[in-house]
């Protein structure tokens, strides 16, 4: 129990550097991490957890790319 927060307390700090990244307008850099995120997320059966997040991300990302 103890390791899966750990794990998505990491995914979340990661999640939020990916949207830091997205609206600095480095984009090719927060697509990386983003799926980085949601692969191990997948593996770790925490991506409904995450959702929220991770759409959040995924909003701003497309939001920089129509600009």
Request: aromatic content about 0%; proline content about 0%.
């Amino acid at each position: 129990m103890a390791e899966e927060v750990q794990t998505a307390a990491k995914l979340v700090t990661r999640l939020r550097e990916a949207e830091k990244l997205a609206k600095e307008g480095k984009v090719a850099e927060a697509k990386a991490v983003l799926k980085e995120v949601v692969k191990e997320a997948r593996e770790k059966n925490l991506e409904k957890s995450l959702s929220h997040l991770i759409l959040r991300v995924k909003a701003v990302l497309r939001r920089k790319t129509q600009q």
